[in-house]
């Protein structure tokens, strides 16, 4: 983490603009190793009183998906598929997915819906590089809908336009991307931030081999 400041008044473009914004630069240059997470102390405290004196009550996070192949190609036909299942659900041997034998109960489908709800009314495809595709997200609302006993997982849905390649997004199925209650684990979720993910995806080919229909092999 570090010291990190929101100004109620400013955009993007004014901010070059401000004439008050020397005090603040020269605290951050004036910073030492003994007084850096002192300065982090101050600057969230003043981000509080911000957002209290601006009657904003949310603090957004914005998510920026890129999914390429395995040499680096850009996938441009996909879906992203996030949903949320109680932490007590079987797991692969590895322990990172959901099995896909798993059905939902009630509440899982009531969350994954509330979550889906939120993520499509603020989603984004790059009209030029469809293999971005932008989230907005309030972290609170995450955690809100989570709580403590759900993790949040995701899968993938690729095409490639030919009938003899494709994508491996077995990987992918049901991926536990967020666990609330990891020990040790790292929070996903950061107010105030933009967070860049990329997903990258073994492509395979039909026409390496004829003689087994079901079985992909790398081109």
């Not at 999914?67 to 992203?80: K, P, Q, S």
């Not at 860049?196 to 992909?216: A, G, N, Q």
């Amino acid at each position: 983490m570090i010291p990190f400041k929101i100004y109620p008044e400013l955009t993007h473009a004014s901010i070059l603009e401000w004439k008050n914004c020397g005090t603040d630069v020269v605290r951050c240059l004036r910073a030492s190793a003994a007084s850096y997470n002192a300065l982090g102390t101050a600057f969230e405290k003043e981000t509080a009183q911000a957002y209290e004196l601006s009657g904003a009550k949310q603090q957004f996070q914005q998510f920026v998906f890129r999914v390429t192949d395995d040499r680096g190609n850009a996938v441009e036909d996909y879906h992203l598929q996030f949903n949320i299942w109680h932490r007590n659900r079987d797991k692969n041997q590895a322990g990172t997915s959901i099995v896909e034998s798993e059905h939902m109960d009630e509440f899982e489908e009531a969350k994954s819906a509330a979550l889906d709800e939120i993520l499509r009314k603020n989603a984004h495809t790059h009209s030029v590089s469809p293999e971005y595709k932008r989230f907005l997200v309030v972290p609170e609302d995450i955690d809100t809908i989570l709580g403590d006993e759900y993790v949040l997982t995701i899968s993938i849905a690729a095409e490639t336009g030919d009938r003899d390649i494709a994508y491996n997004t077995q990987e992918f199925e049901n991926y536990i991307i967020y666990d609330p209650k990891a020990p040790g684990g790292i929070s996903l979720f950061y107010p105030n931030t933009t967070t860049l993910i990329e997903v990258k995806l073994d492509r395979y080919s039909m026409l390496v081999t004829r003689h087994s229909p079901d079985l992909y092999h790398p081109m």
